[in-house]
């Protein structure tokens, strides 16, 4: 039996989930959808790479009940790896406009980071990237060269497909509908440690 390691780039699950679904597969459970998607493994940790929302008071909010409700529902099993988000003012050069926009930080980094140092030291002989971020595809490789008998693949979100990373790791799979659909958190989690009740936002319901 493999020791699995999970590694979720939340940027690129979420808009991929958000695009395909709106939002009513939001409330996501990460260790279950871990565990059906490889089920012969051990599941030794899912890591949920993710960056606080800037400027969006409401969505900060539902972001943070949801990382709330990932660690009271998932426990040892899942750690939160925080990036940032940084914001660059944008000007059109036809027209002059100006907008804010905003781009996520080192997670590609941090997963790079996290997955290359757990295949070396044995932590993981079993990896899985979900996402289709291309990015990782340097990581991937140093990890494959340093672990070869360490099994790495990639799950695609919904809408995100990367030729590279497939051809990278011939395994990687697309998750459908039914795994999501399958590995919704409950309507409302306990804290076991603080008995803090954490309930899906209404805007994902």
Same mark, same amino acid.
């Given at each position: ?14 808009h991929g989930l ?12 990460l260790v279950k ?17 993710? @960056?606080? !929302? ?5 969505? =900060? $909010? ?5 990382? *709330?409700? /990932? ?55 079993? @990896?899985? !990237? ?5 990015? =990782? $595809? ?5 990890? *494959?060269? /340093? ?59």
């Open positions: 039996m493999s020791e699995l390691i999970v590694y979720v780039d939340g940027f690129n699950l979420y958000h695009d395909k679904y709106g939002r009513r597969l939001l409330w996501l459970d959808l871990s565990q059906t998607l490889r089920p012969r493994d051990h599941l030794v940790k899912v890591k949920y790479f993710t @960056a606080s !929302v800037l400027d969006d008071p409401e969505a =900060l $909010s539902r972001q943070d009940a949801y990382l *709330q409700a /990932l660690v009271a529902h998932g426990g040892s099993s899942i750690e939160i790896v925080k990036g940032r988000y940084q914001k660059k003012q944008k000007q059109c050069r036809r027209c002059g406009s100006q907008w804010t926009h905003y781009e996520e930080k080192e997670t590609d980094v941090n997963i790079a980071v996290s997955l290359v140092a757990d295949v070396v030291t044995g932590a993981a002989t079993s @990896a899985m !990237v979900i996402s289709a971020d291309s990015d =990782l $595809s340097p990581a991937i490789r140093t990890a *494959q060269r /340093l672990a070869p008998t360490t099994h790495i693949m990639a799950a695609f979100p919904p809408r995100r497909f990367s030729n590279e990373l497939q051809k990278l790791m011939p395994a990687s799979f697309s998750i459908g509908r039914a795994k999501f659909t399958g590995a919704q958190l409950p309507e409302k989690v306990v804290d076991p440690e603080t008995g803090h009740v954490i309930e899906r936002p209404a805007k994902w319901a």
